[in-house]
């Protein structure tokens, strides 16, 4: 079970789980340096949910597990961007 913790005060936030599975063709962070590193998380998204906790019932081996937090002014957690990504977790 993956659970979180997440200090934000000022807006109503939801969480996406993304996992990372290099044998499922999701390779995690790929990062590409051009004077700065630009990097793209290459994951699937598992969920978007207000709950602080997530059980993946059938995980693959090599899962890498990132919690995204994300608001917006609607209040919808079908809309609105992630504005922090926590740093990888494995099982």
Request: hydrophobic share 35%; aromatic share 10%; with cysteine.
């Amino acid at each position: 079970m993956l659970t979180w913790t997440d200090s934000t005060r000022r807006a109503r936030t939801f969480y996406r789980v993304y996992r990372s599975s290099p044998s499922r063709g999701f390779s995690e962070m790929v990062c590409e340096p051009r004077g700065v590193d630009r990097c793209d998380l290459r994951a699937e998204t598992l969920l978007t949910t207000r709950e602080r906790r997530y059980v993946d019932e059938h995980p693959p081996a090599d899962a890498i597990y990132r919690i995204g937090v994300a608001a917006n002014w609607l209040d919808e957690t079908d809309r609105g961007d992630v504005f922090v990504i926590s740093p990888p977790a494995a099982p």
